[in-house]
Each structure stands twice: as C-alpha cells, then as structure tokens.
C-alpha cells in the first residue's frame, strides 16, 4: 500500500499532472468564482511553466547536471568482473510483439549497454532486476531476459531478481546474491546518482555504467531547440523525478551498512 501511495503521490508531483492540476484550479477561479485576476494568474503560471519546461535549452539544462556525475564505462579501463547487473525500468509484455519492444523508454538502453559490457566480459553473468506489474503475468526481470536472449545471451548467463519492486530492494537483493564481488551497475544515466547511494548503503562497491543518456550537448537545428515538443517536456520530468526521488531518499534511508 505505502508502495502505491508513493507512487501516485510522486506522480502527480510530476510536471504534467502538476500543471494540469494548476490550470484546473484557474479554470474553477475563472469560471465559478469572482476571483478573476488570481485565476489568470495561476492561467498564466502554468501556460509558463508548460512552455519553459518543454524546450530543449531549459529542459536539458535541468536534466545535464543529474546526468553528468559518472562517465559512460570504458572496457580497458576497468578489471573484467563476474556480474553485470541491469536495473530494471518501464515495460510490458504482449507475446505477439518482437521482444524489445516489450521494454518501454529507459528499459532498451539499459539492456543493451549491459550486454555491451557482458561481451567484454568473458564467463561473466547478467543479473536483470525488477518484479512483477499489478496487472502484467510477466516481471520487468524476466522481459529484460527475453530481450537478452533474442540478442545472443545464453539462458545460462542470465540471473533474474524478479521480487524487488523499487531500487532500494534491488540493491539489498543484489547485495543478497553476490555479497561482495566485484559487479558492474547498469541503469540510466539520470537514475545512476541515486541507485548508487542505494547499493552503497549495503557495504557494495558498484562500477557505475550509464546508459539512456538523454541530455543534448551535441548539435539541433536552430528550431529544435526554440521548438515546446513532448520529448524535451519527458526531459524535464526526468530531472524533477530524480529530484524527488533523492529528496525521498535523504529523509527515509538508513545509515550505510558497516563491515
């Protein structure tokens, strides 16, 4: 239940949902009360704020600073280590679909970098983590295994963690299979920061791997960047997501685990 509180509540914290509720309440001023001037206020601060939020150099200008803490993994740098463990993210399941379409937004990226760090990893293992939807048949875990083996990895290689429902149960499970060798942590680059306070917490020493990365430092046209579009407005909820979740996290997480 505090499961499904958190995540209703959290989502309505989210800026569409928040916006909306906004212009509902300028709507209600405007047309039930003789509040006219705050309703046009509060009108104005949400068309404001839906515009700011969905072009590129304000979006990403939030979400650059999340995604920035931890360089994308470099092979020759590192020891080869015996787990890659990718966290799991948004998905579905529909049998008629080809597999990776079943792994939604932050969830393809996510497998296929673990798999790139898999490959230069000989005799290694992939641990998938994620439990079931309320109303899906199949776990986050075991989809992201599908789509691991429709791209060449053995059955045999892969770990599936399919109870754990949030990152902090991730990490404990993990912590609870492999104890203290050495593992690589594949997520989103915006969801690295705070999965990595999680796993540290249990006396782990995660390599941090990146992927998903979604602020635009690179080129756009001129009309990209000046244009509201949808995906910069997705850009910015990540940023407020990530930001409430590390809120969440510094008032609720215990002390770190000592050895």
């Known amino acids: 239940m505090l499961f499904i509180l958190k995540k209703t509540f959290g989502g309505l914290l989210l800026p569409l949902p928040f916006i909306l509720v906004i212009m509902a309440i300028a709507l209600v001023l405007l047309w039930m009360t003789r509040w006219q001037k705050t ?25 650059r600073p999340i995604e920035s ?17 990718v966290l799991g993210g948004g998905y579905t399941f529909n049998p008629d679909w080809a597999p990776s379409s079943n792994l939604i937004s932050n969830s393809l990226p996510r497998v296929t970098e673990g798999i790139r760090i898999y490959r230069a990893n000989p005799g290694s293992k992939m641990i998938f983590t994620g439990a079931q939807a309320m109303t899906n048949p199949v776990s986050s875990a075991a989809v992201a295994g ?62 941090p791997a990146p992927a998903n990365q979604l602020a635009i430092d690179s080129p756009l046209n001129p009309w990209e960047r000046a244009l509201p579009q949808a995906l910069f407005l997705s850009h910015s909820e990540r940023a407020w997501y990530e930001t409430l979740g590390r809120l969440w996290q510094w008032m609720t997480l215990p002390a770190p685990v000592t050895k």
Not at 39 to 63: E, H, I, M, N
Not at 69 to 85: L, S
């Open 69 to 85: 803490g931890y360089p994308t993994y470099q092979i020759a740098a590192h020891a080869p280590v015996k787990f890659v463990v």
């Open 39 to 63: 309703g046009k206020v509060f009108f104005l601060l949400s068309w404001l704020l839906l515009l700011l939020l969905s072009v590129q150099p304000v979006a990403d200008s939030l979400l």
């Open 146 to 207: 599908k789509v691991a083996q429709s791209l060449g990895v053995p059955e045999s290689d892969i770990i599936l963690l399919d109870k754990p429902k949030d990152t902090h149960q991730e990490a404990q499970e993990v912590k609870a299979l492999i104890a203290d060798q050495p593992f690589v942590l594949v997520t989103s680059a915006n969801h690295l920061p705070r999965a990595m306070v999680f796993f540290r917490q249990q006396g782990l020493h995660p390599i």
